[in-house]
């Protein structure tokens, strides 16, 4: 199976930039996704194909893919922005093709 | 707007059987694949499989094949997860997640998470 790898955390004082990374073998050639999670509610996707935002989310968030590494930018930290962050790719060719990242736990200091 | 809203907490026995509904509205409900994803507690996501809106095709991990069944009813918008044959370390919170409809395999909006909890 196809592995994910993310930090299990992540620590940075507001206002500055949280960089998330998210390791896999040739990730580069994949689309992926991220998901962000707070405390007992359901995932939200704020980035997909590796840098595209919904039209929900801010322009703080970002993301950027190459080689064997996957980056979610947020800039401009806010309090409201920790939380649990998860990358996701789909690779057809094992199992399960849909694979999540463990997730990394984003703490605003 | 989009709404995927999910049935009830369950608690099961060990070795019973649960079903989880997936009532979607604000889309047109045989464009989208659903997924179904679980977070045991303290853990990362976890896919299970999905089912196609429109042909009722599925595809399962197979890690659940031959214990989940996804069905849908497109009567009712609703998609249904049944998990047989319960072990403790399925106590989970369940998700349904709709795939984007330019890519099914993203996941755009999801549903609030039905807690089933495995206890004797």
């Known amino acids: 199976s196809y592995v994910l790898t993310q930090p299990p955390s992540v620590s940075v004082a507001p206002g500055q930039t949280a960089r998330i990374t998210c390791g896999g073998n040739n990730i580069g050639r994949k689309s992926v996704h991220w998901y962000q999670q707070k405390p007992g509610q359901a995932p939200v996707l704020v980035v997909y194909d590796d840098s595209d935002r919904p039209s929900w989310i801010p322009e703080r968030f970002s993301g950027s893919n190459s080689g064997n590494t996957a980056t979610l930018s947020i800039s401009s930290v806010e309090a409201g922005d920790e939380a649990d962050y998860s990358c996701?790719?789909?690779?057809?060719?094992?199992?399960?093709?849909?694979?999540f990242g463990a997730g990394t736990k984003l703490t605003v200091l | 707007q989009v709404q995927l809203v999910q049935s009830g907490a369950e608690v099961k026995k060990p070795g019973a059987s649960v079903t989880v509904s997936c009532t979607a509205s604000?889309?047109?409900?045989?464009?989208?694949?659903i997924h179904w994803v679980r977070q045991a507690p303290g853990q990362g996501l976890e896919w299970m499989g999905w089912?196609?809106?429109?042909?009722?095709?599925?595809d399962y991990s197979r890690k659940f094949q031959g214990r989940v069944t996804m069905t849908r009813d497109t009567s009712i918008s609703t998609q249904y997860m049944e998990v047989h044959s319960l072990r403790s370390d399925d106590t989970a919170v369940y998700y349904c997640?709709?795939?984007?409809?330019?890519?099914?395999?993203?996941?755009?909006?999801w549903g609030q998470g039905t807690l089933v909890t495995v206890s004797s």
């Open positions: 089912i196609n809106g429109d042909s009722g095709n599925t």
């Open positions: 604000g889309y047109t409900f045989t464009d989208h694949y």
């Open positions: 997640a709709r795939g984007s409809y330019s890519d099914p395999y993203y996941f755009d909006s």
């Open positions: 996701q790719v789909w690779d057809g060719s094992s199992d399960p093709s849909v694979v």
